[in-house]
């Protein structure tokens, strides 16, 4: 080995083991640049093999070029290491305890409305409905004429309904309306379905009226069963078994009275037993009764409307107002109060994000 290669090999160990033992990346940056940068040793060797002269320069050359390889890849595999390294300690640093129990919740809550719909959801979800949806801007014919509403009912007039421009004018069947309930989810599930039908439809309906218990936009759930056996008692059976299982009390005394809908025939709402005693309202036993939904079996004319043959099915379908539910369950006085958006009442009547009412774990918490 000649002097050249064996300075060469000198070197390389030099900075081999200034490069092993430098322990963050600026120092690396600090060694690269002062041996291969423009201006570093190892660049200026390069330029000095100019004053040399044939054999010598081409050894010299191949030494130099060997050694700027080994330099620089030794760079790469300290840097390599380096952020081996910084992952590990990361990994070792931020390892999850899965077994700490969740950090008390601070921000963030469940709206009322919410967790209303989430509790009905998960009641009648295990009674094997499943939810459907339909669109808040409807039609005439879905949200009256198919439900079998005459003309000359009061939620078709103008001060009670918000009417949308658009739809056909030639056609007061096709005006567009803001849906004054969620019954028009049963015609267009009905239309789009075969029998057997076990729906629920949460969402967002919508009246010209304003005041402590009435806002112009508010939230029902509509239920519908269509099949060939469906009768009286299924309806009442599963309003009874769902109506104790949102107030948690599980000998609820439940009241069918007789009302009239169109879209159904009979059709009955439903109360349930209270006391109003001592000022305050009180769920459960009592002498008083409050009405809580509307129900009914569904009128044959409305499942021939939908292309159903009445003579073979029939079914029962039913509607409740989810703010009622809430207000009633949570003991919230003002119905406008829901909307305002104001976070103490958020934190006060609000729900942990962290808790999904379910049959089985709790409807609420
Ligand atoms: N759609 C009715 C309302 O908004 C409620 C209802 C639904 C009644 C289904 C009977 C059956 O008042």
Redesign the pocket.
Known sequence: MDDIEASHAQLLSELSTAIDTADNLDTLEAIRVAELGKKGRITGMMKELGKLEGDARKTAGQSLNKLKTAIAASLEDRKDAMAGAELNARLMEERVDVSLPARPQTQGFIHPVSQTIDEVVAILGEMGFSVAEGPDVEDDWHNFTALNIPPDHPARQEHDTFYLPGGNPDDPEERHVLR????PVQIRTMQNQEPPIRIIVPGRTYRCDYDATHSPMFH?I?GLVVDKATHMGHLKGCLIEFCRAFFGVDDLPVRFRPSY?P??EP?AEVDIGCTREGGGLRIGHGDDWLEIL???MVNPKVLENCGIDSTIYQGF???LGIERLAMLKYGIPDLRTFYESDLRWLRHYGFSALHTPSMVGGLER
């Open positions: 004054t309930h969620t019954s029902q509509e809908f879209f159904t059709s509307g129900s009914g379908a039913f509607g």
